[in-house]
């Protein structure tokens, strides 16, 4: 109830808009009297698909992200396309960075991958039931793809080696819930 309201109450000015997501400069009434202005990143929303073998392994990608300039160890995950369902989303970035198809995905989890600054909700599934296709990478996606043990992924976790936030969110997610 308190977000709708706040909603009604808030005016909005584009900075800038761009093929994915927008800056607004957005002006919300303080409870004491006045305003305050913050600037945000409106994202129309993400998947991530935990990809997972028959025998347990783990589907992973070597993606050379532009941003931090380096190559990170990362789940599949891509943008939701206007109108797109989310899990169909994730059988395309699936296909698309790794190559595989998935017989079945179901939803694992979601989350605001940065909330102080941009609305981006990411939807989790995790992919079983994998056929080997091919990539049908974009032309600007530098992407390999590893098959990983869930055991070495653990270590990579607990010790750092792995640095991508929503990689880092999910894995954990997974691995916690199905703890023996």
């Known amino acids: 109830m ?22 607004e400069r957005r002006w919300y ?5 006045g305003t305050l202005m913050r ?8 998947v991530t698909v935990l990809p997972m073998l028959a025998d347990g392994s783990v589907v992973m990608i070597h993606n050379f ?7 990170l160890l990362e789940l599949p ?3 939701l396309e206007p109108g797109e369902a989310p899990a169909a989303c994730a059988a395309r970035e699936l296909e698309e960075e790794t190559g595989y198809s998935a017989a079945r995905i179901e ?5 605001f991958t940065t909330p102080g ?8 599934f995790v992919a079983t039931e994998l056929t080997k296709t091919r990539q049908n990478l974009q032309g600007d996606e530098q992407i390999r793809v590893e098959v990983m043990h869930p055991a070495r992924l653990q270590e990579m976790l607990v010790g750092g080696r792995i640095r991508d936030g929503k990689t880092i969110a999910v894995l ?7 703890r023996a």
């Open 107 to 111: 939803p694992l989890c979601e989350f």
């Open 39 to 46: 600037e945000i990143v409106v994202h129309p929303g993400a």
């Open 65 to 71: 992200r532009h941003a931090v300039e380096q190559e």
């Open 117 to 124: 600054i941009t609305n981006e909700r990411m939807l989790v």
């Open 2 to 23: 308190q977000e709708a309201h706040l909603k009604n109450q808030m005016r909005r000015e584009t900075l800038v808009s761009g093929r994915i997501f927008s800056v």
């Open 29 to 33: 009434p303080r409870n004491g009297g």
């Open 77 to 79: 995950a891509g943008t």
């Open 172 to 178: 954990s997610t997974f691995f916690l819930r199905n």
